[in-house]
């Protein structure tokens, strides 16, 4: 028998004691809206699992971040580094999974997905570049495939970042810093006489890093929004536009690093191989979201449009490849267009002697079609030499949910969920002799459900389960040969805790198991991402939120995970770059006068790079200091201090073969690297209007 089926028969004789009891429940009321979520505020008996949860916008701006998508390791257990130049997508761990670009975490930005599917470079890519912290008004993060409104790329975790609809008061942002770091934003909020309001913000930056070949990171970024109404019911609009152009330092060997010298020459931690790696993008957005809610009822519809393309060139290999005589680089082009919407309604009912109001049930719609060229290339100095394969791709995907929650009695709580999934896909070959179109079609339906008890004595039990699915890249599903199956199924269960019984002390704890009937493995010189083997992984997560005094704000998350392959392959049963362990601690000190600070220390433990687990990443530990003070009511200044302790960390390793001049025409095996940033310090001046 299932695990969820399990839960079923066992919820039958709570059931049937509550058709007589007395009516004294506590109805699943709606969720009222937040506007601004303080910090430290408790959500005590409103998650529906214990790894669910939000983070404030305040949360964001009282830290020090290296990249905008950092911001994601607020979310416990969630690990962000790079590993090329910064303009690319950052490289994302979360319960010991390697989401590479954003496979298996689902990101959205005011409802519209990030997530790109049959991507140049990757399944679900997930470019967060064009995010700007000072607007978000608050993350919404959920774990695990428990959650009916969550559909692909989902199944490890899911962040909606939520954008404020207005600003207290216009502000100017100026920040300069090592390494030609230079970044300015203006932001501003208008009401307008028919009572709708307009936000407006324009950023530019420009960095070169530490890197030999300069970076040249050239960022444009612009966001306009129209809203109105109230928190209730509102409606806003959205257009967004993003561009960026960079030169690329990839990893290189370790053998290299190590040896100091290449070609009579020497060679340090932030030297390249090719000097003409690196990449542009664009992505422009429009859309609408629309909220309409009241004691009984909540609708809510949104819909989107976005235009995006990549260049990307890279070379990981050097010069392994005995045909190319100019070296290994290749590019990668994505364009695309891509619109969909969203629609969900929930209502309030009664289930039996239960009383009004103690049910309530949502249904929900997703859609998405994307219309995309995607091509792999052999390139010199992003000259294109050849064609490895191009091909026009039309998919799309359709979900439907349900969702149903009861609450059985004020100490009890059970959420039971479904959603059905449905991909299409015809691949066209572009290049010559592949002109024909291939079709494939895939379906999936994934049952959810959670039972919250509690709270007692300030403590809020969980149990979750649930199963939910990744897709393919639409190449792979369509392939003739051995082809991959579109929707993978994924499975999770999760028990955990959530208490405040410490005063001042928030504190959640997680035990979960999450399964995979194949990973994904990205094949570079196929431009695929390919079914892998079957896995399981197991672990812990514990966070802690504690304010001992009004001023001090303590943070602690820890992260443990077993991340195993579950077949009986003889290669080994270790997954290459599973993180095992993750450690986040922030001290943040409110204003007390003109001051405030804050200082965060994050660990990532050693992870297995090869199957058999004979070879492992070093862990890294860095330390971010944001220190400000508020000269005058409008103006304030603020120092960063990141990587304060200057550790020569590596952001990312990969074992795999590579050739350097004079090796064996097969290459080397060995352990490639790419180090992270030294300690850069940077100024920021901001001005309120």
Not at 151 to 161: H, Q, R, T
Not at 190 to 214: C, F, I, K, R, S
Not at 251 to 259: F, G, K, M
Not at 505 to 511: E, I, P, T
Request: aromatic share 8%.
């Amino acid at each position: 028998m299932k695990p969820h089926s399990t839960l079923l028969f066992g919820l039958l004789p709570l059931w049937a004691a509550a058709q007589t009891s007395p009516n004294v429940l506590q109805p699943p009321a709606l969720a009222p809206e937040v506007e601004i979520i303080a910090q430290g505020q408790s959500d005590l008996g409103q998650r529906d699992a214990a790894s669910q949860g939000t983070v404030s916008g305040a949360q964001l701006r009282e830290r020090a971040w290296l990249r905008p998508a950092e911001v994601l390791e607020l979310i416990p257990g969630m690990v962000v580094t790079q590993h090329s130049g910064d303009g690319k997508a950052n490289q994302y761990f979360l319960r010991g999974v390697n989401l590479d670009h954003g496979t298996d975490f689902a990101t959205t930005v005011n409802g519209v997905p990030v997530n790109m599917p049959t991507h140049a470079h990757g399944q679900g890519y997930s470019d967060l570049n064009f995010l700007m912290p000072e607007l978000v008004q608050r993350i919404e993060y959920k774990k695990g495939p428990y959650f009916a409104s969550e559909g692909d790329f989902s199944s490890a975790g899911s962040a909606n970042f939520v954008y404020r609809r207005q600003l207290e008061r216009p502000l100017l942002d100026v920040s300069v810093g090592a390494h030609g770091y230079q970044r300015a934003l203006v932001a501003g909020s208008h009401a307008l006489d028919n009572g709708h309001t307009v936000l407006a913000a324009v950023e530019q930056l420009h960095n070169n890093g530490p890197w030999t070949v300069p970076e040249g990171m050239h960022k444009h970024n612009a966001l306009l929004m129209l809203s109105g109404g109230t928190a209730q019911n509102h409606w806003q609009a959205s257009l967004s536009s993003y561009s960026a152009r960079w030169n690329a330092t990839d990893q290189v060997p370790l053998r290299l690093i190590e040896a100091g010298t290449y070609q009579g020459r020497p060679f340090g931690r932030f030297d390249s191989l090719d000097a003409t790696d690196g990449g542009q993008t664009h992505r422009t957005s429009l859309s609408a979201q629309w909220q309409q809610k009241d004691a009984q009822h909540r609708s809510e519809v949104s819909a989107y449009a976005v235009q995006y393309d990549l260049d990307l060139y890279s070379n990981f290999t050097y010069a392994l490849d005995p045909l190319r005589s100019q070296g290994d680089q290749f590019g990668q082009r994505d364009q695309r267009s891509l619109w969909g919407g969203s629609a969900s309604h929930t209502w309030l009912g009664e289930w039996g002697a239960l009383g009004p109001g103690s049910m309530a049930n949502t249904l929900g719609l997703q859609w998405r079609q994307d219309r995309i060229r995607v091509g792999l290339f052999n390139t010199t100095t992003r000259a294109i030499d050849s064609t490895v394969r191009e091909d026009r791709v039309q998919q799309a995907l359709l979900g439907v949910y349900g969702e149903n929650t009861i609450s059985w009695a004020p100490w009890l709580r059970t959420v039971l969920g479904w959603r059905a999934d449905q991909l299409q896909a015809a691949v066209t070959g572009l290049a010559p002799n592949t002109t024909d179109t291939v079709k494939g079609r895939s379906s999936r339906v994934s049952p959810k459900v959670s039972v919250v008890v509690g709270p007692w004595a300030k403590t809020a039990f969980f149990f979750n389960a649930g199963q939910g699915f990744h897709s393919n890249d639409a190449r792979g599903v369509t392939a003739r040969v051995d082809p991959a199956p579109g929707l993978v199924r994924t499975q999770g269960h999760e028990v955990g805790l959530q208490t405040e019984i410490i005063p001042q002390l928030q504190s959640s704890l997680a035990l979960w198991q999450l399964d995979f009937d194949s990973e994904l493995v990205y094949v570079g010189d196929a431009g695929t991402t390919e079914a892998g083997r079957p896995s399981r992984r197991t672990g812990v997560e514990w966070s802690n939120h504690w304010r001992p005094t009004p001023q001090l704000l303590v943070d602690a998350n820890l992260a443990w995970t077993r991340p195993r392959y579950s077949d009986a392959d003889p290669a080994g049963s270790h997954i290459a770059n599973a993180v095992q362990q993750v450690a986040h601690v922030s001290l943040t000190v409110s204003p007390t006068g003109p001051w405030s600070s804050s200082l965060s220390f994050r660990y990532i433990g050693p992870a297995p790079l090869t199957e058999d687990n004979s070879v492992r990443s070093a862990p890294s530990a860095t330390m971010n200091l944001h220190l400000q003070r508020r000269m005058t009511q409008q103006l304030s200044l603020a120092l960063d201090a990141l990587n304060l302790t200057d550790r020569q960390n590596m952001d990312i390793a990969y074992f795999y073969a590579s050739r350097l001049a004079g090796e064996p025409l097969g290459g080397v095996n060995g352990v490639h690297v790419h180090p992270a940033e030294p300690r850069t310090l940077r100024l920021s001046a901001r001005y309120n209007f």
